[in-house]
């Protein structure tokens, strides 16, 4: 019997990057998945992962824009109706700009709010009453290594992500005695669709000297001999684990893997 066997879940961000992994790392393990996502071709790739995986009879994708309340109450309905309830959450959905402070405008403010904090409470939310209809549930929440680490130019996302860190910590203590488990994951030096378009947002004039100091300590991979960007199963292995009954008795915390970058 694999771990997760009969266990349903929503995941948020699943069309792409660590969301998509994380899905289909979920299906392999045997649980039940809708994926959601505002990128619906996205969607239709990890569906087609899914086929190849042999695995795509327990997924249901949906279109959900975390940042918009109507479709974040239509979206997680529809998940619960779909799995017949919900046994864990996992908030993968999010975006990263970068700019000079004083250059930000309060639009490109409110942008990384509303999708990254703002969006991650939407769902939460709205998935508390399904979740707690268990007497074991669990949410996953995505923070980042930015949160608790200088990130230079990513002010509004770190802001967004420690924002995202004590939400969790609150959902933690406040639904302990219905035994939800809230946690965060903070992945630092992942190789996503975030992280590759990150270049592309960066200030002309960037310092770059800023950098070297968040890159890991480890190599990528067992075959690489230098250090580099992780793939996203790398963080996809920790959410399985997280909402398994391997993650019992981890709650109100934040896991972070970032290859040492900040050991």
Same mark, same amino acid.
């Given at each position: ?5 009969? $266990?349903?879940?929503?995941?948020? &961000? ?19 998945? !809708? ?40 979206? !997680? ?6 799995? &017949? ?9 999010? +975006? ?64 967004? $992500? &420690?924002? +995202? ?21 903070? =992945?630092?030096?992942? $190789? ?10 960066? =200030? $002309? ?6 950098? =070297?100091?968040?890159?890991? +300590? ?24 997280? !909402? ?20």
């Amino acid at each position: 019997m694999k771990r997760l066997e009969g $266990k349903r879940i929503l995941v948020t &961000g699943a069309a792409s990057g660590i969301g998509q992994s994380t899905a289909l790392r979920l299906l392999d393990e045997g649980a039940a998945v !809708v994926a959601a996502d505002v990128a619906t071709e996205g969607l239709d790739a990890t569906r087609a992962h899914a086929d190849e995986a042999k695995s795509a009879e327990r997924l249901t994708t949906i279109r959900m824009d975390v940042a918009n309340e109507d479709s974040v109450v239509d979206g !997680v309905s529809l998940a619960a109706e779909t799995l &017949g309830g919900l046994d864990s959450l996992v908030n993968a959905a999010g +975006i990263l700009r970068a700019w000079h402070t004083h250059q930000t405008t309060l639009e490109q403010w409110n942008q990384i709010i509303a999708v990254n904090l703002t969006g991650t409470f939407l769902v939460v939310r709205e998935a508390l009453p399904a979740l707690l209809a268990n007497s074991r549930s669990s949410i996953v929440n995505f923070s980042s290594t930015s949160a608790s680490f200088a990130h230079p130019y990513m002010a509004a996302y770190a802001a967004s $992500k &420690g924002g +995202i860190q004590a939400f969790t910590h609150s959902l933690a203590l406040e639904y302990a005695k219905e035994g939800l488990r809230a946690a965060c994951v903070a =992945p630092g030096s992942i $190789k996503s669709g975030i992280t590759d378009a990150t270049g592309g947002y960066l =200030p $002309k004039d960037a310092d770059w000297s800023l950098f =070297p100091r968040l890159m890991p +300590i480890l190599p990528a991979t067992t075959e690489s001999s230098g250090a580099g960007m992780a793939e996203p199963n790398a963080v996809a292995g920790v959410i399985a684990m997280l !909402v398994s009954d391997d993650g019992a008795w981890i709650t109100g915390t934040e896991i972070r893997m970032d290859g040492g970058t900040h050991a």
